[in-house]
């Protein structure tokens, strides 16, 4: 099968489009057909190589896949331990939180806590992601397709949905007619965080960079939205709150928005971080942290329930998926190159 693999970190030039065997299904997993799968960041973070994180060569990235299930193991669909209801000729998608499903983390649905927790695509290997002809996945892991979604749609969403759901709903518990601000505003998980900001009766302030952008996070239903390029965000922000402050804060940026972020907060308000695409050394002066009873929030990919939820409201039609561009698999380079040049609006999708 086709695949894209690179065997040493480095620039795009690293990535390869070639064959490898197909793999097949272990007694708990499953085969499936990728129809699409989806770009995300830490895509980038692993061919680049990150700082106390090991990467498994030969490696193939990618976390978000929609498909057909081909096989199945030997142990799946029956009565026992391990049995699934996911049948040959299924259409699913997968979350790509890996755990080892038995420790007192997993069973009580923290399966992020679990010390076998990895990413799929991310921390997998070797030859182990979405940016194949076929993965196979535990069949733990796989849920059904929305069916108001195309294969490319669904490949777009569940990675940035999951941690978007999880940090704003289940870690910073937002609340009707809260001012939650989102940085990175119309990308993947921008577009999500707007979105559920919306669902749940908060307002999502995005900060986003250029006209047509904004014109984008509007389109989402976004009523405050914030030019960084033009306007300065804190100004903007007590504007909007009336001197008072964002509620949320939704971080992961990192390095270069973190005093921003503080300075945006409110006496008393949460600041949620799942990354820090930007650096990882976040200056924080204390004396106005606890001073203002601020609260920090660290969130990750969530578990499968949230997920489960969340395409819930995807099915419901309350939340939808945005893509920028759907590229064949032979082009992850150019997909790549575009999110690290920010110029990617949603998501990039690739199709084998």
């Not at 409110?266 to 002066?285: N, Q, Y």
Request: net charge negative; proline share 6%.
């Amino acid at each position: 099968m086709k695949a894209v693999v690179f065997e040493e970190h480095g620039g795009t030039d690293v990535l390869q489009y070639t064959d490898i065997p197909e793999p097949e299904p272990g007694p708990y997993e499953v085969l499936i057909e990728v129809k699409a799968a989806g770009a995300n960041f830490n895509d980038i973070w692993a061919r680049r190589g990150m700082p106390g994180m090991k990467v498994i060569f030969p490696h193939i990235s990618g976390s978000d896949v929609a498909g057909v299930v081909t096989a199945l193991g030997s142990e799946v669909g029956g009565t026992g331990f391990g049995s699934s209801p996911v049948q040959v000729g299924d259409e699913v998608v997968v979350h790509p939180g890996l755990s080892c499903r038995i420790c007192d983390f997993c069973v009580s649905g923290q399966e992020f806590f679990c010390r076998q927790f990895r990413i799929w695509g991310f921390q997998s290997g070797p030859n182990d992601g979405g940016h194949s002809e076929y993965v196979t996945m535990p069949a733990a892991n796989v849920l059904p397709k929305p069916t108001n979604l195309s294969f490319e749609e669904a490949a777009s969403m569940p990675l940035v949905l999951e941690t978007a759901w999880r940090m704003l709903v289940t870690r910073a518990k937002i609340q009707p007619g809260e001012n939650v601000l989102i940085w990175g505003g119309v990308g993947g998980l921008g577009t999500m965080a707007i979105q559920i900001c919306r669902l749940f009766g908060a307002n999502p302030i995005p900060v986003v960079g250029g006209k047509e952008k904004v014109a984008l996070a509007e389109r989402l239903g976004a009523v405050n939205v914030i030019d960084r390029k033009s306007q300065d965000v804190v100004a903007e922000v007590k504007a909007v709150t009336g001197k008072v402050g964002a509620d949320v804060v939704f971080e992961h940026s990192g390095e270069e928005t973190w005093p921003t972020s503080m300075a945006a907060l409110r006496w008393g308000g949460r600041l949620v971080v799942c990354g820090a695409s930007t650096g990882f050394e976040a200056m924080t002066d204390l004396r106005f942290l606890w001073n203002k009873q601020q609260n920090l929030l660290g969130s990750h990919l969530s578990n499968k329930a949230e997920l489960s939820a969340a395409l819930t409201a995807v099915q419901a039609g309350a939340i939808k998926p945005v893509i920028d561009q759907v590229l064949p698999l032979s082009d992850v380079a150019t997909g790549q190159q575009l999110m690290e040049e920010l110029k990617v609006q949603g998501k990039v999708v690739y199709v084998p």
